[in-house]
């Protein structure tokens, strides 16, 4: 593919740097735009390196073959990152001084901003005005990430990790970029994601070690095949995916109100939050205190309600929504993962299952997992070793061709 990457200048145009490496390491064709300003930050000899290609920031540099024309009209895909409030103001009102603000005007691909700046740039009323004069356009400007910024400020306006800017990009081109002709355009689908916390007293909980990785990763692959997208988080301090609504919540009866409400007019609901099994039949409103002579604390805990099952039971004989449930499993003497997963996936009677094992160091935290994924029909299929997003992608396969079948 040939993607056109525009720099502009900010600090975190040195991310930019992790971009352009993905995309040519995925085999993509890249030619590398600065702006004057972003050569302040990254000289052109770096970019040329990575890219294998000559850098020029301006319309004069072989004027012979027409740059400012010829290499927005040959891109697939454009991508600005960082994307600075002076040049997002610059393609809001169509200023052509430079060769990227020439190269938006002439691509008919798709274009994607990821802005980055301060907090109080990004939230002024002129940035919030020329944004959504860009979305208007159809130009998709993901909304940053909150974070660290330059100096000791933080706040929303820090640039979106180069993986995620790369997988949301590449992602709009495979689906086709416009909405009608995204597979899950027109659905809307819940998705959970986290690990619940059961307080115990206002210092500790009962809780596991769920980062919410998989879950955020659905999310973001749901939106990016068209889908309207609400985003279930328990605990988690995920940056929210571009076009993605959040509910926060933390207990897992907090967890079942949201989805149960959301999922009312879904298509489909995928639960890969880990809801805690047990919360404490009594809540201290103060810190429970050791005792003097060391005596035990003992806990008296009951049961959390299961919410796939009481969510295939509200579905009652009807097809939608196709309900997904998560399995995390461990081995024991009694059976293997996959033997409680399948056990698992009988008493719920979710439509599909997506299995993987748990334990230190394996799955919970990490950015690469392993997974089954079961259907009624008795199918299982082994996905990975591979990242949370390409795992995202065949659950969504999966839902997509249930969806198809019903």
């Not at 959390?304 to 399995?327: E, H, M, Q, W, Y």
């Amino acid at each position: 593919m040939r993607i056109v990457l525009g720099v502009s200048g900010g600090i975190a145009a040195y991310k930019a740097c992790l971009l352009l490496r993905r995309f040519t390491e995925a085999g993509h064709d890249v030619t590398v735009i600065p702006t004057a300003a972003a050569l302040r930050f990254v000289g052109a000899p770096t970019w040329a390196a990575l890219s294998g290609k000559p850098v020029a920031d301006d319309v004069w540099t072989h004027v012979e073959d027409v740059p400012h024309v010829r290499i927005g009209k040959a891109a697939e895909l454009v991508v600005v990152a960082p994307a600075t409030t002076d040049l997002i103001a610059k393609a809001a009102h169509g200023l052509a001084d430079d060769l990227l603000t020439n190269t938006l005007l002439t691509a008919r691909c798709p274009i994607v901003f990821a802005p980055a700046m301060h907090t109080e740039m990004w939230q002024h009323p002129a940035t919030v005005a020329n944004v959504a004069t860009l979305r208007a356009r159809g130009i998709h400007v993901m909304d940053p990430d909150s974070g660290r910024l330059t100096g000791a400020d933080t706040g929303p306006g820090r640039l979106r990790e180069p993986e995620e800017i790369a997988s949301y990009a590449l992602g709009l081109v495979a689906a086709g970029d416009s909405t009608a002709d995204r597979p899950l355009a027109g659905r809307h689908v819940v998705v959970s994601a986290g690990g619940t916390h059961e307080p115990i007293d206002p210092v500790r909980f009962i809780g596991n070690r769920s980062s919410g990785k998989q879950g955020y990763a659905l999310a973001a692959v749901a939106a990016e095949r068209g889908a309207r997208v609400t985003l279930v988080s328990a605990n988690s301090s995920l940056p929210t995916p571009s076009g993605v609504d959040v509910v926060q919540v933390e207990t897992t009866l907090e967890l079942q109100r949201a989805v149960t409400e959301a999922g009312r007019d879904a298509d489909a609901i995928v639960m890969a939050a880990a809801p805690a099994d047990y919360r404490s039949a009594a809540y201290t409103d103060h810190k429970i205190k050791k005792t003097a002579g060391g005596d035990d604390l003992i806990l008296q805990l009951v049961e959390n309600p299961d919410i796939v099952k009481g969510l295939v039971t509200d579905r009652g004989t009807s097809s939608r929504p196709v309900i997904v449930s998560f399995a995390a499993e461990t081995g024991d003497s009694s059976g293997s993962v996959m033997d409680h997963a399948r056990a698992k996936f009988a008493r719920k009677g979710s439509d599909i299952q997506v299995v993987n094992e748990v334990g230190p160091g394996v799955t919970f935290g990490q950015d690469r997992a392993a997974i089954h994924i079961l259907t009624r029909g008795g199918d299982e299929t082994p996905v990975g070793p591979a990242d949370k997003v390409t795992l995202a992608h065949a659950v969504w396969d999966a839902v997509q061709q249930h969806l198809d079948t019903v």
